[in-house]
């Protein structure tokens, strides 16, 4: 089995392409669509980097594997699809839950919240087979409920809830994110792994300014997390984890990505043809300000 890693510096995501060098046969995990919010212009640079390296490898691309409806990128899966139309779109099956979440939020209100927006449902447990490759679905639900991890031979993927040892884990203040649940995912499912398990982190931050790094082992995590080594409390967890995420800004990317990502990587038509599409952005008002209108209620 390859990976091959790619990394997006202006969201520190990494895109994974996994493939079996027998058959040629490829999984692309997490892709990225650019999206510049001076301006708004999307493009599709990302994207076409992994499609390169796919067509210079001869890899035939048999599915794009989302860990989850991200907040702070826009999913390439529908840009990348377009360029190896026989890949099918996969989420893990609770991404309805986000759904139907966002979709209040934003007003959407034809949007329908049943997951058909994606090709695939993967369900806790699955072993899912894209053409030779075999990847078995752990639900590690904590940053979102939705959220799922792949393991893949000997490697595990996973997108928001493990992050380097020097990092710790995906925050959980999300509509419907939970603490108490990303501990259990993380200590009852993915420390059960092997200690020898390769693990692929789908973000690195580069903490004190160090080197890119996205590839540990579960040994490694359970010995060495600065948040989550194997044997913390879960109470002492839920409380750090709770106290550090009320100190965080909101992703930048958080309205356009929910938008386009819950919708598998679909960008908003536009309201009339030819003309621009939109994305939509609730607000809040801080505090009373007299002439602009009520407080507008949008929940974040």
Partial sequence: ????????????????????????????????????????????????????????EGLTVRAILETHAHADHLSGSQALRARFPGAVIAIGERICEVQRVFKAIFDLEQFVPDGHQFDRLLADGEVARFGNIAVRVIATPGHTPACVSYLIGDAVF??????????????????????????????????????????????????????????????????????????????????????RDATLAAPKLLYPSLQVNIDAGRLPAPARPGGPAHLKIPFRLAGSIPGVGPESGAAT
């Fill in 1 to 56: 089995m390859n990976i091959e890693a790619f990394f997006d510096p202006r969201t520190s995501t990494l895109t994974y392409v996994v493939s079996d060098p027998s058959t040629r046969d490829a999984v692309v995990i997490d892709p990225v669509l650019d999206y510049d919010p001076v301006g708004s212009v999307v493009s599709a640079e990302s994207v076409e980097h992994v499609a390169e390296y796919a067509a210079r």
């Fill in 158 to 243: 996973t997108g928001d809830a493990l992050f380097m040892p020097d990092y710790g884990t995906g925050r959980c203040d999300f509509p419907r994110g939970s603490a108490e649940a990303l501990y259990r995912s993380v200590t009852g499912r993915l420390y059960m792994l092997p200690d020898e398990t390769r693990v692929f982190v789908g973000h690195d931050y580069q903490p004190n300014g160090r080197p890119l790094a996205y590839e540990s082992t579960i040994g490694a995590e359970k010995r060495n997390n600065v948040q989550l080594p194997a044997g913390r409390s879960e109470a002492d967890f839920v409380a750090f984890r709770r106290g």
